[in-house]
């Protein structure tokens, strides 16, 4: 049972452009919404995070974007640099709850 | 500050062995958490510990999966005997609170465990 799905395995985008990663959910009851990045060997590390409550936030280069009426979120990054090649993770909870992940996106920006 | 540790990073072994990983999560985490990453998959959780106390292991397999968390700091998990499916990065995380709180996660670099 995926609650969390991110249809697009991967993503190629040019250095300088707009990176828009989407991420959909089936579970009504996850309030609590998280973006982590992972490079190769490493583990996931914490990118940018959102409560049911907003529809948007942002940091730096990076915002996300809530519907909750369509459960969909997407992530925002602009400019895209090289250094944002990795495999982006959504996850999401509800209050209480474990955290749920999709199955990632390959973002790869040619310079 | 150092992050959540974890050994060995690499792990070959044939089925029907045992095998185990090792995790120091970030000095001060009370809640610690496994989960195992499937080939082109995310994280899944087995097991998750608030201080020594396993609170959710609902996915854990139990006939051959096992996890301790001795005084509540490190924590071991357990794979007798390995099959060919468990093959996976299992990978470690902690968190200073858990349940009511969205706390951040931190995750170590994973173990990936390849079964002959």
């Known amino acids: 049972d995926q609650q969390v799905k991110q249809n697009s395995p991967s993503l190629s985008v040019q250095e300088g452009r707009i990176s828009i990663l989407n991420c959909d959910y089936t579970?009504?009851?996850?309030?609590?919404f998280l973006w982590y990045k992972k490079y190769p060997a490493e583990g996931p590390t914490f990118l940018i995070s959102i409560s049911s409550i907003k529809d948007k936030n942002e940091d730096g280069r990076f915002t996300v974007f809530l519907n909750k009426s369509a459960k969909h979120l997407s992530l925002h990054i602009v400019p895209s640099q090289p250094g944002d090649s990795a495999v982006y993770f959504c996850?999401?909870?509800?209050?209480?709850?474990?955290?749920?992940f999709g199955a990632g996106t390959r973002l790869t920006v040619k310079p | 500050e150092a992050g959540v540790v974890q050994s060995p990073r690499y792990k070959i072994i044939e089925k029907k062995q045992p095998v185990a990983f090792w995790c120091n999560p970030i000095s001060g985490h009370n809640t610690l958490y496994w989960y195992r990453q499937n080939l082109g998959q995310g994280p899944e959780l087995l097991i998750r510990y608030e201080n020594e106390e396993a609170v959710d292991d609902s996915q854990l397999p139990k006939d051959r999966f096992s996890a301790e968390r001795l005084k509540g700091v490190d924590s071991t998990l357990k794979i007798q005997p390995a099959e060919l499916g468990d093959s996976a990065v299992y990978l470690c995380?902690?968190?200073?609170?858990?349940?009511?709180?969205?706390?951040?996660?931190?995750f170590g670099p994973g173990t990936r465990l390849t079964v002959l």
């Open positions: 995380a902690s968190s200073d609170l858990a349940g009511g709180s969205y706390n951040e996660q931190f």
């Open positions: 996850a999401a909870r509800a209050l209480g709850g474990d955290m749920r």
């Open positions: 579970n009504s009851m996850f309030d609590y």
